[in-house]
C-alpha cells in the first residue's frame, strides 16, 4: 500500500467537499478548486475525513494513489489557508512594479519585460521580494519558476531573480581569487 496515498486527510471546519464519478469539488473561505480522478482511484468522504482507496494493486495504480491523495490535500490546504511563494530580485538597477495585473521587470535587458499574471494568482512587491499567492498550489509555483526563468541568478555575483530561501553557488572569477 502507497505510505502517502493511504493517510487519512481532515476535513477543517468551513471547507466543503463533494465528490462525484468524475470530479472533486472543493470549497471553503477562500474559493473553490476542482480536479478529475483518476482511473482506478476512488475518493471517500466520511464524517469530515477523506480517504483515497484503490481498486487493484496494479503497478499503474499505485503509482496514481500517493498523486490523488496528494492533489486532494493540496485543494483542501488551498482554499482552507492558500499558498505563497517569495522571489528575491538581486542586481544593481534591477526592480520590479506592479501595475495592474502585469508584473515589469527591469533586470539588466535593453528593454523591460512584462508579465502577464493569471487569473487566481496575486502578486505583491516589497522592495526587492515579490510574494506570488493563491489558492492552487500548482499554479502559484508554475507562476514563480516562470517569473525566475525571467532571469535566472548567476554564479559570479548573485544577480537575477531568486527564490528567497534558495541557495546559490558562488564561483571565483577569472582571477582565482575568493572574495
Do not use: W
Not at 470549497?27 to 473553490?32: A, E, I, M, Q, Y
Request: hydrophobic content about 35%; glycine content about 10%; proline content about 3%.
Amino acid at each position: 500500500m502507497s505510505r502517502v496515498g493511504k493517510l487519512p486527510i481532515e476535513i477543517p471546519s468551513g471547507v466543503t467537499i463533494t465528490v462525484d464519478d468524475a470530479n472533486i469539488n472543493v470549497s471553503g473561505p477562500k474559493g473553490t478548486l476542482s480536479q478529475f480522478t483518476l482511473d482506478g482511484i476512488y475518493v471517500k468522504v466520511d464524517n469530515n475525513v477523506v480517504s483515497v482507496v484503490r481498486e487493484n494493486d496494479e503497478k499503474e495504480n499505485r503509482a496514481k494513489h500517493g498523486l490523488m491523495r496528494s492533489l486532494v490535500n493540496n485543494m483542501i490546504v488551498g482554499v482552507n489557508q492558500g499558498f505563497s511563494k517569495q522571489l528575491e530580485i538581486n542586481g544593481v538597477g534591477y526592480r520590479v512594479s506592479l501595475a495592474g495585473n502585469v508584473l515589469k521587470f527591469n533586470v539588466g535587458f535593453s528593454h523591460e519585460v512584462n508579465y502577464q499574471l493569471p487569473e487566481g494568482v496575486v502578486a505583491t512587491i516589497e522592495q526587492n521580494v515579490i510574494t506570488i499567492s493563491g489558492i492552487d498550489k500548482q499554479k502559484v509555483g508554475q507562476v514563480a519558476a516562470e517569473i525566475r526563468s525571467i532571469k535566472k541568478p548567476e554564479p559570479y555575483k548573485g544577480k537575477g531573480i531568486k527564490y528567497v530561501n534558495e541557495r546559490i553557488i558562488r564561483k571565483s572569477g577569472k582571477s582565482g581569487k575568493e572574495k
